[in-house]
């Protein structure tokens, strides 16, 4: 079993810079890869970032490309995600993820947090 937690949302206008934090906790962190993914009201869950076990690798969906770095720290059992140049668009809760692979899609995956909203304002 893996625990994962979310924090650092916030609202903030857009062009701004929010830091999303992801802790867990459990069995061995460094053995899971990691993503986010957000789902906006009245939307299905999107893919955002994916991270492999060691950060070697990384995944980003286009609409976020340039935008956002996805990281991890296996000594702190802990995954971020940067975000800069938010968009109204990027309004949504976000939710970290953990399985043995870097996914894209949200079915694949076993653990998930509980979710931490990001509200973008024009």
């Known amino acids: 079993q893996v625990q994962l937690v979310e924090s650092g949302g916030g609202s903030v206008q857009a062009g701004g810079s929010l830091r999303l934090s992801c802790a867990a906790s459990?069995?061995?962190?460094?053995?899971?890869?990691m993503a986010w993914f957000r789902q906006a009201p009245g939307k299905e869950r999107e893919f955002v970032a994916a991270i492999n076990w060691s950060g070697s690798s990384t995944y980003y969906a286009d609409s976020v490309k340039g935008r956002f770095t996805i990281s991890r720290d296996n000594a702190k059992n802990t995954m971020y995600l940067q975000m800069n140049s938010l968009k109204p668009e990027d309004t949504a809760a976000y939710y970290c993820a953990a399985d043995p692979l870097p996914y894209t899609r949200p079915s694949k995956y076993d653990y998930w947090g509980q979710g931490t909203q990001v509200t973008v304002s024009s």
């Open positions: 459990g069995r061995t962190f460094s053995s899971y890869a």
